[in-house]
C-alpha cells in the first residue's frame, strides 16, 4: 500500500428518516445511569469490509435511500442529545427526537485496496480515515449527529464505517441498528426485530436523573497500534475444551476461554513480579439479568462492567482455564441485587467512563474487553454480499484494550489487541498463542 495515501471526501449529507409526521411533537427519551455514564467517553465506531458492489455508484445511492427508511425505525438516531445545566455545576440530560438528521459521507481512497487491509498483521492506520466522527465526545451530541456513516470506496472493494453516539447505545444495539439497515438494504420492507426505546429506571427513580457534570478540556489520548490474531473454529474448540478439563467444569464458554488465553499470553510476554496484580475488565450484558427481564430488542446500555483481579504468578500457573473460570464466576455473580445496587451508587456518587491514558505493561497490566462474539456482525448482507473482515475505529483504542469479533470464516474468532508494538511483535512470536492460531484467513478470501 502507498505510505501516503489518502482519502477524498466526495459529499457529505444529512440523512432524515423517510416516514416523519410533519407536525407530530418530538419524543424525549430519558436517559439512565447506564447511558449517562458515556457523556465523557468517544463516539463508538465500527465498520465492515466488503469486496466491490457491481455498480458503486447505484448502490450508494440504495445506502442513501435504505439508510432513510430504516431511521423510520430508529428515531433517536437521527435526534440530538439535550444537556440541561442547573445551579451548582447540576445537569439533566435526555434524546430528543427531533429528526435533525444522520450525517452520511462518501469517500475513495484510491490507493488503497482490500489486501492492503486484510494482509496486514497490523490495522493500518489509513483504515481509521474510514470513519467518521473521529475525537467527537458523546456529549457533543448537543450538535453533532448521534449517527454518522462513512462510505469509503477502495480499488476493488468498499468499507463502512459507523459511528453511534454511546450515550444512546451500546455495542448490541449498534448491531441491531446495523443487522436492520441490511435488511431494508436488501429489499425487505419492514426489519425483523422493532427496537424497544423505553429505558429501565429503578422503583423510586423518576427521570429525568440530575447529576453532577463539568465538561472538562479533553486531552489527546495516544493510540497504540492494533494486531489481529485469528482463530479457527477448530483452534477455539480446542482452547474451550483445554480450559474446561483445567478448571474441571463444563461451565467455561469459548469466549471466557479465548479471553483467558490471550490474557496469559499478554502477562506471559513480559517479566512480571508473580506477586503483582493484573486485571481484566469484561462488558456484561445485563438485559436479562433484571427483574423482569429487559427485552432482548432493548435498544440503549444493557451493559455494566465487572473486574476479575489475579495476581500474575496465580494466572500463569493456573493456566487458561483459571483465569476463564474466574472469569465465568465474575460474570455469573451479577445477580439483579448487584445491578440494582450498581444503579443506586451511581445515583448517589455519578461518575464517567473516560479514556485510560495509554501506557506500557510495566506500568500497568489492565485489560478490557466490551466487544462480544453474541454481536451479528458477518451477516450483514447489503445487497451485494456479507462482508469479509470486521474492523473497529481508533475511538477509545486505549493500551490494553481486547476486541472480539466473529471472523470471516464460519466459526472463527478474530482477536484486536492494542499494545505497544514491541510487546505485539512478542506476541506474535510466542509459541503459546501461535500454536492455537489457525491458518491464514487471507486465502481464498483475495
Same mark, same amino acid.
Given at each position: 500500500? #502507498?505510505?501516503?495515501?489518502?482519502?477524498?471526501?466526495?459529499?457529505?449529507s444529512s440523512?432524515?428518516?423517510s416516514s416523519?409526521?410533519?407536525?407530530e *411533537?418530538?419524543?424525549k427519551?430519558?436517559?439512565?445511569?447506564?447511558?449517562?455514564?458515556?457523556l465523557k467517553f468517544?463516539m463508538?465506531q465500527e $465498520?465492515?469490509?466488503?469486496?466491490?458492489?457491481?455498480?458503486?455508484?447505484?448502490q450508494?445511492?440504495?445506502?442513501?435511500?435504505s439508510?432513510?427508511?430504516?431511521?423510520?425505525?430508529?428515531?433517536?438516531?437521527?435526534?440530538? @442529545?439535550?444537556?440541561?445545566?442547573?445551579?451548582?455545576?447540576?445537569?439533566? *440530560?435526555?434524546?430528543?427526537?427531533?429528526?435533525?438528521g444522520?450525517?452520511f459521507?462518501h469517500?475513495?481512497a484510491?490507493?488503497?485496496s482490500v489486501?492492503?487491509?486484510?494482509?496486514?498483521?497490523y490495522?493500518?492506520?489509513? @483504515?481509521?480515515?474510514?470513519?467518521p466522527?473521529?475525537?467527537?465526545?458523546?456529549?457533543?451530541? &448537543?450538535?453533532? *449527529?448521534?449517527?454518522?456513516?462513512?462510505?469509503?470506496?477502495?480499488v476493488?472493494?468498499?468499507?463502512?464505517?459507523?459511528?453511534?453516539?454511546?450515550?444512546?447505545?451500546?455495542?448490541?444495539s449498534?448491531?441491531?441498528?446495523? #443487522?436492520?439497515?441490511?435488511?431494508?438494504?436488501?429489499g425487505?420492507?419492514?426489519?425483523?426485530?422493532?427496537?424497544?426505546?423505553?429505558?429501565?429506571?429503578?422503583?423510586?427513580?423518576?427521570?429525568?436523573?440530575?447529576?453532577?457534570?463539568i465538561?472538562?478540556?479533553?486531552?489527546?489520548?495516544?493510540?497504540s497500534?492494533?494486531r489481529?490474531?485469528?482463530?479457527t473454529?477448530?483452534?477455539?474448540?480446542?482452547?474451550k475444551?483445554?480450559?474446561?478439563?483445567?478448571?474441571?467444569?463444563n461451565?467455561i464458554?469459548s469466549?471466557?476461554?479465548?479471553?483467558?488465553?490471550?490474557w496469559?499470553?499478554?502477562?506471559?510476554?513480559?517479566?512480571?513480579?508473580?506477586?503483582?496484580? &493484573?486485571?481484566?475488565?469484561i462488558?456484561?450484558?445485563?438485559?436479562?439479568?433484571?427483574?423482569?427481564?429487559?427485552?432482548?430488542?432493548?435498544?440503549?446500555n444493557g451493559?455494566?462492567?465487572?473486574?476479575?483481579n489475579?495476581?500474575?504468578?496465580?494466572l500463569?500457573?493456573?493456566?487458561?482455564?483459571?483465569?476463564?473460570?474466574?472469569?465465568h464466576k465474575?460474570?455469573?455473580?451479577?445477580?439483579?441485587?448487584k445491578?440494582?445496587?450498581?444503579?443506586?451508587?451511581?445515583?448517589?456518587?455519578?461518575?464517567f467512563?473516560?479514556?485510560i491514558?495509554?501506557?506500557?505493561?510495566?506500568d500497568?497490566?489492565f485489560?478490557?474487553?466490551?466487544?462480544?462474539? %453474541?454481536?451479528?456482525?458477518?451477516? #450483514?448482507d447489503? $445487497?451485494?454480499?456479507?462482508?469479509?473482515?470486521?474492523?473497529? $475505529? #481508533?475511538?477509545?483504542?486505549?493500551n490494553?484494550?481486547?476486541?472480539?469479533?466473529? %471472523?470471516?470464516e464460519?466459526? *472463527?474468532?478474530?482477536?484486536?489487541?492494542?499494545?505497544?508494538?514491541?510487546?505485539?511483535?512478542?506476541? %506474535?512470536?510466542?509459541?503459546?498463542?501461535m500454536?492455537?492460531m489457525?491458518?491464514?484467513?487471507?486465502?481464498?478470501?483475495?
Amino acid at each position: 500500500m #502507498n505510505t501516503m495515501a489518502r482519502i477524498r471526501i466526495i459529499s457529505t449529507s444529512s440523512i432524515e428518516a423517510s416516514s416523519h409526521i410533519i407536525g407530530e *411533537s418530538p419524543k424525549k427519551i430519558h436517559l439512565t445511569p447506564w447511558d449517562l455514564r458515556f457523556l465523557k467517553f468517544d463516539m463508538n465506531q465500527e $465498520g465492515l469490509l466488503f469486496h466491490n458492489p457491481i455498480n458503486v455508484k447505484d448502490q450508494i445511492q440504495q445506502l442513501k435511500q435504505s439508510l432513510s427508511s430504516t431511521l423510520a425505525f430508529f428515531p433517536p438516531l437521527t435526534g440530538r @442529545l439535550v444537556i440541561l445545566e442547573h445551579e451548582f455545576s447540576i445537569a439533566s *440530560s435526555y434524546i430528543l427526537c427531533n429528526s435533525a438528521g444522520a450525517l452520511f459521507v462518501h469517500a475513495i481512497a484510491d490507493n488503497t485496496s482490500v489486501a492492503d487491509i486484510l494482509q496486514s498483521n497490523y490495522v493500518p492506520p489509513i @483504515l481509521y480515515s474510514f470513519f467518521p466522527c473521529e475525537g467527537v465526545k458523546n456529549h457533543e451530541g &448537543t450538535s453533532q *449527529s448521534l449517527l454518522a456513516v462513512q462510505v469509503t470506496e477502495l480499488v476493488d472493494g468498499i468499507f463502512i464505517g459507523f459511528a453511534i453516539n454511546h450515550v444512546v447505545a451500546d455495542g448490541r444495539s449498534f448491531f441491531h441498528f446495523i #443487522n436492520s439497515w441490511a435488511e431494508i438494504s436488501r429489499g425487505c420492507d419492514k426489519i425483523s426485530q422493532l427496537p424497544a426505546f423505553e429505558r429501565w429506571f429503578i422503583d423510586g427513580v423518576d427521570p429525568p436523573i440530575q447529576f453532577y457534570f463539568i465538561k472538562e478540556e479533553e486531552k489527546k489520548q495516544q493510540s497504540s497500534p492494533v494486531r489481529i490474531f485469528h482463530f479457527t473454529k477448530e483452534k477455539i474448540a480446542q482452547l474451550k475444551s483445554k480450559a474446561n478439563k483445567e478448571a474441571n467444569t463444563n461451565k467455561i464458554s469459548s469466549q471466557q476461554a479465548l479471553l483467558s488465553h490471550i490474557w496469559h499470553v499478554m502477562i506471559h510476554t513480559e517479566n512480571h513480579d508473580p506477586q503483582e496484580e &493484573t486485571s481484566y475488565l469484561i462488558m456484561i450484558d445485563f438485559r436479562g439479568r433484571t427483574v423482569p427481564p429487559l427485552a432482548k430488542n432493548y435498544f440503549g446500555n444493557g451493559v455494566e462492567a465487572g473486574v476479575v483481579n489475579m495476581k500474575v504468578g496465580e494466572l500463569l500457573e493456573g493456566g487458561i482455564g483459571k483465569g476463564a473460570w474466574e472469569m465465568h464466576k465474575m460474570i455469573d455473580s451479577h445477580s439483579y441485587e448487584k445491578l440494582k445496587s450498581q444503579y443506586e451508587s451511581w445515583l448517589r456518587t455519578p461518575n464517567f467512563v473516560q479514556p485510560i491514558p495509554a501506557a506500557s505493561l510495566h506500568d500497568r497490566k489492565f485489560f478490557f474487553t466490551g466487544s462480544s462474539l %453474541g454481536f451479528n456482525v458477518i451477516d #450483514n448482507d447489503f $445487497g451485494w454480499g456479507k462482508p469479509i473482515a470486521y474492523r473497529s $475505529g #481508533n475511538a477509545n483504542n486505549y493500551n490494553g484494550k481486547i476486541g472480539v469479533a466473529v %471472523g470471516a470464516e464460519e466459526g *472463527s474468532i478474530d482477536v484486536h489487541v492494542s499494545l505497544p508494538h514491541e510487546i505485539l511483535e512478542a506476541m %506474535g512470536k510466542n509459541p503459546h498463542i501461535m500454536d492455537f492460531m489457525g491458518c491464514s484467513r487471507l486465502k481464498a478470501k483475495l
